[in-house]
């Protein structure tokens, strides 16, 4: 069983000076209030894409509602990107991408009304007026109402006498959620460098404890240097170590980077180590690597990094890993010898900082830091990466045509072999060799008969020889049943 490490599971907010906080206390003074995250308590900052994403997609359904400047995300699980985005110390509501409709909602929180119900414009449904609530009896909140007037399926705001609330709407039945009092509130609305300055002691003192811990580990071998990734966590690690003396640092190009980041690496003047093998012949032999079999890692990065420490010799490498990021990181130790290099010891000073704290922190010292975060994407590494989520995915294909036109043909063509549906590129199902229950629900939900543990098959039964050991899990067999997209 996997250990908790002590996750940060509470944001503190600052109610007088509206400004979420690293720490418990706010520069003010004040008494701050405590606000649960869900798992896995990752915290980032909305930036442009995603600010202006939440934005339009509530504006649409809503009229010229105003959003504060300072909008925070915590990551929730779901289907796909699925995030509680947090504004003025509450719930705003759910951004959610739909893998298999393609595109993005925004299900708005009954904690945000207070903030917005005076800029409403529509996307109101009355319950009076547009339902049949006059031949029903009791309470509205929790009940199934039929609608009166035609009004898309959706979350919505709802309106009864005095009182408003949230709902869904679905083949033309709202199902309230609650109903409650809203007064409308007038806050202070401070930017993110009002967050910086309120939280700069708290700042200071996770930088302070992070150089102590590369100066205390840096002599543990006979050299150190930087493993840099050209992600915000490197980002952070190369100023960190910087300044505890370290200068060395390295990149792994895979040959697969987003040139934004291949650029972004040679302008931090790091060293790019290009010993990489050949990434194209091998998928054409094992298929495309998924979260559950990346044996794309070995060969780009682990095999590549075995020859370049080969000549750097016995080395401390500070490294940006965090225990938020994953569950197969919250496991990290401060350092520990890397398993697979045993020439190389890890250290891992940020492991506990969450990214709300990494991007302070970059915008605090003023960091250049990778442009692709600004587009919209929240994880960066190679651009066809199996971990990478299906509304990430979307972006690529929107900046890079070319490089996602490349790999998507090459699914295509995998998929074409195996006697695939279309679905398993188009939903994003070949980022998993055992596919999760969540996307095995959307397949029965969808038409699509999932069978798993067994021998990938052809549809028509025909075995396909193995030639190699079943990884362990089994494999999965995808096969279209009707075509015909099934009603709910």
Same mark, same amino acid.
Request: include cysteine; proline fraction near 7%; glycine fraction near 8%.
């Given at each position: 069983?996997?250990?908790?490490p002590?996750?940060?599971?509470?944001?503190?907010?600052?109610?007088?000076?509206?400004?979420?906080?690293v720490?418990k206390t706010?520069?003010c003074g004040?008494?701050s209030?405590?606000?649960p995250?869900?798992k896995?308590?990752?915290l980032?900052?909305?930036l442009?894409?995603?600010y202006?994403?939440?934005?339009?997609?509530i504006?649409?359904?809503?009229?010229?509602v105003p959003l504060s400047?300072?909008?925070?995300?915590?990551?929730?699980?779901?289907?796909?990107?699925?995030?509680?985005?947090? &504004?003025n110390?509450?719930?705003?509501?759910?951004?959610?991408?739909d893998p298999?409709?393609r595109e993005?909602?925004?299900?708005?929180?009954?904690?945000?009304l207070?903030f917005i119900?005076?800029?409403?414009?529509?996307? +109101?449904?009355? +319950?009076?007026?547009?339902?049949?609530?006059? %031949?029903?009896?009791?309470r509205?909140?929790?009940?199934r109402?039929?609608?009166?007037?035609?009004?898309?399926?959706?979350?919505?705001?709802v309106k009864?006498?005095?009182?408003y609330g949230?709902?869904?709407?679905?083949d033309? &039945?709202?199902k309230?959620?609650?109903?409650v009092?809203?007064?409308?509130?007038?806050i202070?609305?401070?930017?993110?460098?009002?967050? +910086?300055?309120?939280?700069?002691?708290?700042?200071?003192?996770?930088e302070?404890?992070?150089?102590?811990?590369?100066?205390?580990?840096?002599?543990?071998?006979?050299?150190?240097n930087?493993s840099?990734?050209?992600g915000?966590?490197?980002t952070?690690?190369?100023?960190?170590a910087r300044k505890?003396?370290?200068e060395?640092?390295?990149?792994?190009?895979?040959?697969l980077?987003?040139?934004?980041t291949?650029?972004?690496?040679r302008?931090?003047?790091?060293?790019i180590?290009?010993?990489?093998?050949d990434f194209w012949?091998?998928?054409?032999r094992?298929?495309p690597?998924t979260?559950?079999?990346?044996w794309?890692c070995k060969?780009l990065?682990?095999?590549?990094?075995?020859k370049?420490?080969a000549?750097?010799?016995?080395?401390?490498?500070?490294?940006?890993?965090?225990w938020y990021?994953?569950?197969s990181r919250?496991?990290?130790?401060e350092i520990a010898?890397?398993?697979?290099?045993?020439?190389?010891l890890n250290l891992?000073p940020i492991?506990s900082w969450?990214?709300?704290?990494?991007?302070?922190?970059?915008w605090?010292?003023d960091?250049?830091?990778?442009?692709?975060?600004?587009?919209g994407l929240?994880?960066?590494g190679c651009?066809?990466?199996p971990?990478m989520?299906?509304?990430?995915?979307?972006?690529?294909?929107? &900046?890079?045509?070319?490089?996602?036109?490349?790999?998507d043909?090459f699914?295509?063509?995998w998929?074409e072999?195996?006697?695939?549906p279309?679905?398993?590129?188009?939903?994003?199902?070949w980022?998993?060799?055992?596919?999760?229950p969540?996307m095995?629900?959307?397949?029965?939900?969808r038409g699509?008969?999932v069978?798993s543990e067994e021998?990938?098959?052809k549809?028509s039964?025909r075995?396909?020889?193995?030639?190699?050991?079943?990884?362990?899990?089994g494999?999965v %067999?995808l096969?279209?049943?009707n075509?015909?997209?099934?009603?709910?």
């Amino acid at each position: 069983m996997t250990r908790d490490p002590p996750f940060k599971k509470i944001l503190y907010w600052c109610p007088k000076c509206n400004i979420p906080l690293v720490g418990k206390t706010c520069s003010c003074g004040g008494e701050s209030k405590g606000i649960p995250l869900l798992k896995p308590y990752e915290l980032r900052p909305a930036l442009s894409a995603d600010y202006s994403l939440i934005k339009t997609l509530i504006q649409e359904k809503y009229g010229p509602v105003p959003l504060s400047k300072v909008i925070l995300l915590n990551k929730s699980g779901g289907a796909d990107r699925t995030d509680l985005a947090l &504004m003025n110390g509450e719930k705003l509501g759910w951004l959610i991408f739909d893998p298999v409709e393609r595109e993005y909602r925004f299900d708005i929180a009954v904690e945000a009304l207070p903030f917005i119900i005076d800029h409403v414009t529509k996307g +109101i449904i009355d +319950i009076e007026a547009d339902t049949d609530y006059s %031949t029903s009896k009791g309470r509205v909140g929790g009940k199934r109402l039929s609608l009166t007037r035609s009004i898309p399926d959706g979350s919505v705001i709802v309106k009864f006498r005095n009182k408003y609330g949230t709902g869904i709407v679905k083949d033309g &039945m709202i199902k309230v959620k609650e109903l409650v009092q809203v007064e409308p509130v007038q806050i202070p609305d401070p930017g993110w460098e009002d967050v +910086i300055r309120a939280n700069k002691t708290h700042l200071k003192n996770l930088e302070r404890n992070a150089v102590r811990t590369i100066k205390q580990h840096m002599k543990d071998r006979p050299a150190a240097n930087v493993s840099f990734s050209g992600g915000k966590d490197s980002t952070v690690v190369l100023n960190l170590a910087r300044k505890a003396g370290i200068e060395n640092a390295f990149f792994v190009d895979t040959g697969l980077e987003f040139p934004e980041t291949i650029e972004f690496v040679r302008s931090s003047g790091v060293k790019i180590v290009d010993e990489g093998n050949d990434f194209w012949k091998q998928v054409r032999r094992s298929g495309p690597p998924t979260k559950d079999d990346r044996w794309c890692c070995k060969l780009l990065k682990i095999d590549p990094l075995g020859k370049y420490l080969a000549d750097t010799g016995p080395c401390v490498t500070v490294q940006g890993n965090r225990w938020y990021e994953s569950w197969s990181r919250a496991e990290i130790e401060e350092i520990a010898e890397n398993p697979s290099n045993p020439l190389q010891l890890n250290l891992s000073p940020i492991r506990s900082w969450r990214a709300f704290e990494v991007f302070l922190y970059i915008w605090w010292q003023d960091i250049p830091v990778n442009p692709l975060y600004e587009k919209g994407l929240e994880r960066i590494g190679c651009y066809l990466c199996p971990a990478m989520l299906e509304s990430e995915y979307e972006e690529v294909r929107r &900046m890079h045509p070319g490089l996602a036109g490349r790999w998507d043909e090459f699914l295509d063509s995998w998929a074409e072999k195996k006697a695939f549906p279309p679905e398993w590129r188009r939903w994003g199902l070949w980022r998993w060799k055992e596919l999760p229950p969540k996307m095995k629900e959307i397949c029965r939900e969808r038409g699509v008969t999932v069978r798993s543990e067994e021998p990938l098959k052809k549809a028509s039964g025909r075995r396909v020889p193995d030639k190699k050991k079943k990884p362990a899990g089994g494999y999965v %067999t995808l096969v279209k049943v009707n075509k015909k997209r099934k009603q709910d």
